[in-house]
């Protein structure tokens, strides 16, 4: 069946520091790949996809790119700022069972 | 404009009783969910609906009865709560069937005292 990991959080940075949330997953077929955010208090909502091979999903500074050889999708960010402060999803589909596949969620904090 | 509603925001409510959540979306989009989010933030899927029709039924009590009036509503009632159901119920809806992006409603938190 699909999975996906994600690393455990909370991960803890400073403002601008360089952020990365390891992403692998494990599917049949060709998946669709996203990460979606959840500020607190609020629902999730999409960050980022990649729907192929070597696809690069961005939006709002953060970047992933779609490796099929390592079957990653790492969010990255050049400068987190406080504001990113929230838990961030990875997640699959690939057509069968009408379903996405969600990682557990990865508390990101960013302090001054 | 809300894309996703959800209604009532918060619900806290005694273990026996009956309660319903209800969900609208206004994007036209064939397919609703709704997932349940534990305290860990860990989120799981527990029904899906198309065109009012059920398809995906996770393993949830049967105490959990969704119902979808027509495309745009989803409902979720729930029979004789239970501590453990204190969580965030979130309703979703996608209409692009060829990368299933899902949009999300701001979430229910009940809590069952």
């Known amino acids: 069946g699909n999975s996906v990991t994600q690393m455990e959080g909370p991960v803890t940075l400073s403002e601008e520091a360089f952020l990365t949330i390891n992403c692998t997953y494990t599917?049949?077929?060709?998946?669709?790949l996203f990460w979606y955010v959840q500020y607190p208090g609020e629902g999730l909502q999409l960050l980022l996809k990649?729907?192929?091979?070597?696809d690069k999903g961005s939006n709002k500074g953060f970047e992933a790119t779609y490796r099929k050889e390592t079957t990653s999708f790492h969010l990255e960010k050049g400068s987190v700022q406080v504001s990113d402060s929230a838990v961030y999803f990875c997640?699959?589909?690939?057509?069968?069972?009408?379903?996405?596949?969600f990682g557990t969620g990865t508390q990101l904090k960013v302090e001054l | 404009d809300t894309a996703v509603s959800q209604t009532p925001k918060y619900l806290v409510t005694q273990m026996g009783n009956d309660k319903s959540i209800k969900c609208e979306q206004n994007?036209?989009?064939?397919?609703m969910y709704w997932y349940k989010q534990d305290s860990k933030k860990f989120l799981k899927i527990m029904f899906s609906?198309?065109?009012?029709?059920?398809?995906i039924n996770e393993t949830v009590p049967n105490r959990f009865s969704p119902k979808s009036p027509d495309k745009a509503h989803l409902n979720l009632h729930i029979n004789s709560l239970e501590l453990g159901d204190s969580a965030v119920y979130f309703c979703?809806?996608?209409?692009?069937?060829?990368?299933?992006?899902?949009?999300f409603g701001p979430g229910t938190r009940l809590t069952v005292t």
């Open positions: 979703a809806s996608t209409g692009d069937s060829s990368s299933y992006e899902q949009y």
């Open positions: 599917a049949t077929g060709y998946p669709s």
């Open positions: 990649a729907t192929k091979a070597d």
């Open positions: 997640a699959l589909f690939t057509g069968g069972g009408n379903k996405l596949t």
């Open positions: 994007l036209g989009h064939d397919t």
């Open positions: 609906y198309n065109n009012k029709e059920l398809i």
